[in-house]
């Protein structure tokens, strides 16, 4: 009952943040090194992970049969903050890596954004070191906030051109705990109402136009039969 309770919790922590324009993005699975030069019996745990891959379209979710995608630019974490990053489990649970202590650390170069985290420091961080190693965690998701972005509506892509900060990267279990699933649908809102608007308009016009070739070849057919 207390685990249905915790994910209940975890999920609804989540949707507050995807509510308070935070963004969430699953990627790609750990790598995992145990570090040869760390003090014996305090084993430096390391998980590495490519973070946000750069001008690699994605497809976020399908609504109303459209794929709505994304694209992150290579410039995109040039002003982000990424002061104070957090490693944890399912955007919720206790903090294991931090940038701020140096254990967590998030490089950028032309294939994206990288992290390294070493999990040795706590307890709860070698547990989650351990449940990775075993294969029984294999995904990792990140949090952070938009400035900047621009909307192909042909294509139905965003492109992600300036990140505004970047909340934590988590360790996450459960496929169906999708955040990204909530948080891209939250923020594709205003384009995929614009999406609507337009199309409820293109058929508006469609259906006039119908109308008008219907009066015209009426009033075509009354004037042949007038002069016969």
């Known amino acids: 009952m207390s685990n249905k309770i915790d994910e209940k919790k975890k999920l609804e922590r989540v949707e507050y943040m995807a509510e308070q324009g935070c963004q969430f993005r699953h990627f790609a699975s750990f790598e995992i090194r145990e570090a040869k030069d760390a003090p014996e019996g305090d084993p430096d745990l390391i998980v590495r992970g490519l973070a ?12 109303d049969g459209i794929d709505y995608k994304e694209v992150i630019d290579a410039r995109a974490f040039d002003e982000a903050d990424m002061s104070d990053v957090i490693f944890n489990y399912n955007h919720g649970g206790k ?3 931090r940038t701020r202590n140096n254990t967590l650390e998030l490089t950028v170069d032309n294939s994206g954004l990288h992290m390294s985290a070493r999990l040795g420091g706590t307890e709860e961080g070698k547990r989650l070191y351990e449940e990775i190693k075993g294969g029984y965690i294999d995904r990792m998701s990140f949090a952070f906030t938009v400035s900047e972005s621009s909307y192909n509506i042909d294509t139905h892509t965003r ?7 970047v909340y934590d990267v988590s360790a996450v279990d459960i496929p169906a705990y999708d955040t ?7 923020s594709f809102a205003v384009e995929i109402e614009s999406e609507k608007k337009a199309a409820a308009e293109a058929a508006a016009i469609s259906l006039r136009k119908e109308v008008l070739q219907t009066e ?9 039969e007038n002069q016969k």
């Open 52 to 63: 946000v891959p750069f001008n690699s379209t994605t497809v976020l979710f399908s609504y």
């Open 95 to 97: 903090v294991v890596a």
């Open 159 to 165: 492109t992600i051109l300036k990140v505004r900060k």
């Open 180 to 186: 990204t699933s909530i948080s891209a649908r939250n």
């Open 216 to 224: 015209i070849q009426q009033t075509i057919n009354i004037m042949e």
